[in-house]
């Protein structure tokens, strides 16, 4: 076990950035930088493609914020970098899939980093809470994400409650894409990021910008904007040499090959 709290792996267009701070994967300040500067360089790097966020040991995930780092004057307030907590939850223009594997406890902060991903999966043993409500603070990117994501009521039942749910739970109300045995779990999202790996880039970045800036506006005026090519993603997919290639490779009923311009 090494003392750094982040392991980097590279491999064929995928990062995958594993959490490794014992006991519970609880994020500090530092820590939170650290993410932010990994993801920053994912986000910027051409070669990469799609991430893979994890964490070390089967117990937990991650336990949200080090509430010992806290009473040691880490400020709740404080400085966690670019991106903000965990290096995902406020970076912009993060237009590549992240794909989260949740291995056991994901709770709190934690339960927000998994939220901030594009594709959850989770083993078996995972278990999910947002307990703020019991320590008298509010989770306030969950209050922000979860009702968008799932039934309103389900929703306000565990922000209000802070009550544990199982993987198949999450899974029931569309959090989780896939549940898995812990043994498989590295493996099921290695599998998934190959798959995306494999696909087009460009459509990718189009998809989530898309989607990111649809959230708060009006379905004719968004698409009106993707009509007109007024993102940016969406202007440079239907100018790129994929874009011919993907009619190409119909015509030619071959598999396409995606280059990213």
Not at 111 to 117: I, K, N, P, Q, Y
Not at 173 to 180: A, D, M, N, Q, S
Request: proline letters at 4%; aromatic letters at 6%; hydrophobic letters at 45%.
């Amino acid at each position: 076990m090494s003392d750094a709290p982040l392991r980097l792996k590279t491999e064929g267009g995928i990062l995958e950035v594993t959490l490794d701070r014992p006991k519970a994967n609880a994020i500090d300040l530092a820590t939170s930088r650290l993410m932010g500067e990994a993801f920053m360089a994912f986000r910027d790097d051409p070669k990469l493609r799609v991430a893979i966020l994890r964490a070390a040991g089967d117990r937990f995930f991650c336990a949200g914020w080090d509430l010992k780092a806290a009473a040691d004057g880490d400020a709740v307030d404080g400085d966690y970098g670019v991106g903000g907590f965990g290096g995902l939850q406020e970076l912009g223009a993060m237009n590549k899939p992240v794909i989260c594997a949740v291995n056991g406890v994901c709770c709190g902060g934690g339960l927000e980093l998994a939220l901030s991903c594009d594709l959850i999966l989770a083993s078996d043993a995972a278990s999910f809470a947002l307990p703020e409500i019991r320590s008298g603070t509010v989770a306030d990117a969950a209050s922000i994400k979860l009702p968008k994501r799932i039934p309103y009521h389900v929703a306000m039942d565990l922000l209000l409650t802070g009550r544990w749910f199982d993987a198949q739970e999450a899974q029931r109300w569309g959090l989780v894409k896939e549940v898995v045995p812990l043994e498989q779990l590295a493996e099921a999202a290695w599998s998934l990021a190959r798959l995306l790996a494999s696909g087009p880039p460009l459509v990718y970045a189009a998809i989530k910008e898309v989607v990111r800036e649809a959230e708060d506006m009006k379905f004719q005026d968004m698409l009106n904007r993707v009509t007109k090519r007024q993102l940016a993603t969406v202007d440079r997919l239907y100018s790129s040499e994929d874009q011919l290639e993907g009619a190409r490779a119909f015509a030619e009923k071959r598999a396409p090959v995606w280059k990213g311009r």
